[in-house]
């Protein structure tokens, strides 16, 4: 019996594994991306955008979003949240769950004395919701790689951003 057992496991467990290897995803991760696409730039100084991508989630839901700068912190050498700079911390509809949406937000910060630096990313909190009930959600962090030349806002797509005076 015990034998039996194991050889139907054995036979079984493949094509279990291959049916969930073949589903779609919910969300799908090329989709979703977070990248820095302005950083100090000379008609603004101290600027740094976050720009955005969020899929239509298989199932539905409307698109919500959250972003919230961080600064790397030399001295405990970890990355921490400038609540301040982002506001309320509120998340802000972005769409309605039929396709993929872009958006992003621009801070402004105060710049570095001579000789400092201020190194800055993004962190995004991205939810989708039927009504109240939020049916999945998820925490992005800016990686690079994202530019797109057709794209003005994405001229520049970067991990972080590096504001040096």
Do not use: K
């Not at 100090?40 to 959250?66: E, K, L």
């Not at 009930?133 to 797109?148: A, E, F, I, N, Q």
């Amino acid at each position: 019996m015990r034998r039996a057992l194991t050889a139907a496991l054995v036979v079984a467990l493949p094509a279990v594994v291959a049916d969930v290897a073949q589903a779609a995803p919910v969300v799908p991760a090329s989709d979703l991306w977070a990248t820095v696409n302005r950083c100090d730039p000379p008609d603004q100084p101290g600027a740094v955008g976050v720009r955005y991508s969020v899929p239509r989630r298989r199932g539905g839901g409307a698109q919500w979003a959250r972003v919230r700068p961080q600064f790397f912190d030399g001295r405990a050498r970890a990355w921490r949240a400038l609540r301040s700079a982002a506001g309320p911390g509120r998340f802000v509809r972005l769409g309605d769950g039929v396709g993929t949406v872009m958006s992003g937000r621009t801070f402004t910060f105060p710049l570095p004395a001579a000789g400092r630096r201020l190194v800055l990313r993004g962190r995004v909190d991205v939810e989708w919701r039927r009504g109240r009930r939020v049916l999945d959600r998820r925490r992005m962090l800016t990686t690079g790689g994202h530019d797109d030349p057709g794209d003005p806002a994405l001229v520049v797509s970067r991990r972080s951003c590096e504001i040096r005076r």
